[in-house]
């Protein structure tokens, strides 16, 4: 947010730095302009004022509603126009404001002062004592403050845009209202290619914000690509510099997503995952799941820490399978009285996918039965830690890798993002935070030395915590909707008991399920159309991994699919073949979509 002057005295001399002018979110470009008369420049500014621009709806599928409101996609960009300061002392001023907007005039050692309300919790200097020994970080997958929690019934929500509210995620809910509800947390990152590199990096490099657009070299949400990475390591090898134990389950995993054609669909891997989960009894349906599962990573210090069989990013694998593969390492955890320092977790199904591919390793639930699997397998987490002998010393940080699938009434970074520990403060937070001081607040608990500029110059989450602890354990709440609602095999509608009524703010009723009888017979062709491109999808793994679908071709299937294939896309005057999408040409991560 700010650009440099440098003086230039030709190719004999190295130029000097001579200081910085403000301008607004992340200059890409800057040109003079002597029309506009000596000495002016015209700086374009990528990011501008942030997620405010034009609202967008979205729309997630049976018995969710529609939803407007900002998203990440929505950036503002500006332009500014600049006089070059004609003294030293213009420029002085100039630099000096830079430096106390970016808090740079505080970097060095935290300071006990005002803000610092719980110096026995997060301590003062690195490598004081903190009652808290043991930090979980569970990253999830795109969703806004709003879209989850908007029907909270605290804190600045909007319930009109929650379409996963309290029916869908009853964990998540319970969880905000006793540890905290943070309601001004915001995630940096647009999409997931720069949203897990704030997590582990403490920024998304230069590198990378500049393959912004098309992603025509790579798409580094989970590595895979070098020049992504920032030169001084990410936060589990900051860690370990400072003798802090780390294990890893399926965060930054970079797998190639050459699966074998016999890789076992969704409904597989959940009964195994209730295999698992009830005794074990009888043949297991799955017979070396570790072979579809297997960790692959370019970053030699990760592959390293990380459980060689917990699943990366494969939709097709429900979370509660994922929370099987940890609880053995928890279990055996608390039989030593062991327990890393510091854990990674991806928990990724509230990402939700397409469903109504017929068979294949692509046939997924509802996406409101996906997110309803990622809300139990947090709150499992949570009930497990929470009921062990570890639990007093731990605090989990629960973060969107970025909030891109949805709308929220504030900015489209806005996050639903929680803080869960005995000493976590309970209540409404309106502090503003994001995912650097989330960061910084793990380093400073730990002793781990900042990474770089970002996380050095940010303040710990502070008033997310307290130092009177409440160590209650949490206790799960079984999920509302049926987790294989809508999968092949299960249950195409949903109708909640009169107990699940009670919990339920708002249901939209399920529109016709997608199958060629609720197809009408002037469609049964594009239907068809349709249905070849699904199982195209499928068959080249897009399935797989992280926005690797056309998003323009998938939102459409998804409105064709919720209104029984007899209303056209919001904005357009017929049913589109998917060919004939507007914006199908364009990259799947195209950042325009």
Known sequence: NAIAEYSWNGLKTKMTYDGLMGTDWYPVNAQPDPALGAGTIVVTNDKGIGARGPQ????????????TGYNTYDDTGSVTLFTLPTSSSDLANDTKQVFTDNAWDQIGPIDSGADDTVPSVIPAQLGEKSPIKHIVVIVKENRTYDQ???DLGEGNGDPADAQFGQAVTPNFHALAQRFGDLDNFYDEGTLSADGHNWIVQAEANDYLEKEFGAFYRSYPSQGGDALAYQRDGFLWNAAEKAGVSVQNFGEYIYNPYNLPSDTPNWSSWYAESQWLENGQNGPEPISNPCQYTRVQSDIPSLQAISAPC???FQLSIPDQ?????????FQRDEQTGQMPQLTFMWLMTDHTGATGVNGGSSSVPDPVAQAADNDLAVGRVVDQISHSRFWKSTAIFVDEDDTQNGV??????????LVISPYSK??????YYSQINMVKTVEQILGIKAMNQEDYSAEPMYSAFTDRPNDAPFNLLQNIIPLNLGAPGGPTTFTPSASEAAQIHRVVPKASVSSEGAVPAGMHRMYAKWQVWLRQQAHEGHFNGPDRVNAEQL??????????WKVAYPGEAKIYAPNHVPGHELPAAFIGN
């Open 310 to 312: 917990f699943p990366n």
């Open 426 to 431: 309970p209540g409404v937070d309106d502090g």
């Open 408 to 417: 929220d009434h504030v900015d489209g970074h806005r996050a639903p993002t």
């Open 148 to 150: 989850v929690l908007g």
């Open 321 to 329: 399978y994922r929370v099987d593969q940890w609880l053995p390492y």
């Open 56 to 67: 967008s709806t979205i729309y997630k599928g049976p018995y969710t509603k529609n939803a």
């Open 555 to 564: 939102n459409h299937w998804d409105w064709y699919s919720a209104h029984d």
